[in-house]
């Protein structure tokens, strides 16, 4: 009877402690990883599972690319879309290289003037909330076009299975989609007209099974159909009388117009690299070129990573590019872009004339309406290499952290902000803080400036470095300084990734800090005395990169601030 009692007594205690020490739900995620033919990084560990699954099939890194896509539109609902769009820069094996533009559109009866009211005052968050804040799509006019030109699997079904099956039969959401999912329930509410598939009764938990019926079937309309499975009848229906149920202009010719652009990379040289990125309508192959051929006359390596030299010279260098940003950059296909004049060693040369090594150069006095970034900024970012060599760099975006918040009804899908990213009137700021000016002002068929720098490093000719991230303004200079961590100041690249950041956009005049930088006193001193105003604000960026080592084997790493995950075979 004693051991008895003994016995159900250590039961229970066994039962009590296992009950306590449950953990809550969590991908394992590998945050870095080294292989010897192929990697794949991206914002989610079952977008990397299935873009290597894809790899291993025998698709290239264009195929893997298009799955990846796809999977997130399914498990990162936050960024990964079909109702938004971005950019794709590759490099081929064979050393070609090609750039593709599926970024959003304005619709046909969009103007000039659509976010002001009789006074010409912006009205507030008409471009960042709901159904008129929406461009045409382009993500799925995309990965046709990528599949079109690169497939070497052939097999459209291969690739997009994978995302039908997490949509139908739903995945566990982590602790920070939890978070995001909770933090957006008003909004979602307030801006559907259903209730989408986000919104629950309770509270979301870690863990929890997230269940997309309708994006399933909308998906399985895209394989079955190709891109006419969206562009054209039932999604592109449900499309439609989702504008007409909200407000909002997007149509059924808008649609069928849609189209993905091939665009010859933007390239340039640091030092003895070649760097490949994007064209407008991006502004960020510009900027990182910019950015770069400003700070290379200077020997930055010797200041040291974060100190009050290289942050100074870097800050500056941003100061004027974000100011030429504003002027000058717009769609290309719309405004004529001075590409190669600002990008000339001369006029870059001139730029920095003015720059003073122990003084910060005051951007103009702030004016109305200038914000510093409040939106939680959400896109999504991610770098492919197979094991033939070819490389894709990737960043797609429904602007804002689950675009506009509204879904398509009975498509399940949700729809971009992206409108945001044109200058509503010339000096005011966007949600990012960013302003703009007639070239990036409103026009039926133009595409929205865009700060998203998906970009390839070359040296002796072959793939080095693939890295982006999402971050909007602050996504040029993420790159920026990820490319000097492991080219001047020798990071590892984890650390590269994942390092404090700091950015300088022009206006507002300081240098933003995230989270994670650790700037020593002395350093923070020094940068105020040279004049610099410092803020310190929430964490910005989710770098993605692959870096081709010394002994030629590939290493990837994920940024830490997210569920990012690397993995490679
Ligand atoms: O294209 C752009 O520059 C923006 N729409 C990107 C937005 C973004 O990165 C938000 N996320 N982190």
Redesign the pocket.
Known sequence: MRLNLKILYIFLIITVLSCKTKAPFRYSLQKSAIADQSMVVTAHPLASEIGLKILKKGGNAVDAAIAVQYTLAVVLPV?GNIGGGGFMVLRMADGTTNTLDF?EKAPGKASRDMYLDEQQAVIPRLSIDGHLASGVPGSVAGMDAAFTRYSQLKDFAALIDPAIALARDGFQISQQQADGLNRTREAFIKLNTTTPAFVKNTEWKAGDLLVQTELAKTLTRIRDQGAAGFYEGETADLIVAEMKAGGGIISHQDLKDYEAIWRQPLVSTYKEYGIISMPPP???GLALAQLLKMVAPYPIRTYGFQSAEAIHLMAEAERRVYADRATYLGDSDFVTVPIRSLIDDNYLKNRMMDFDPNRANASEMVGAGLVTPV??????HFCIVDAAGNAVSL?T?????YGAKTVVSGAGFLL?N?M??FSAKPGVANM?GLIGNEANAIEPGKR?????TPTIVTKDNEVYLVVG???????ITSVFQTILNVIEFDKTLPDAVSLGRFHHQWKPDAIQLDELIELSPPVKKNLLKKGHHLKQRSN???VEAILRRADGRLEGAADVRGDDDARGF
Request: charged share 20%; proline share 3%.
């Open positions: 960024a970024r991006s502004s960020g939106e939680s900024e959400e896109t999504t960043t975006t429904l602007n804002g952290g971009n992206e945001d990213d990012f929205m400036l865009s700060s998203m991230t999402p971050g909007g303004s602050t996504i910005f960026g989710r």
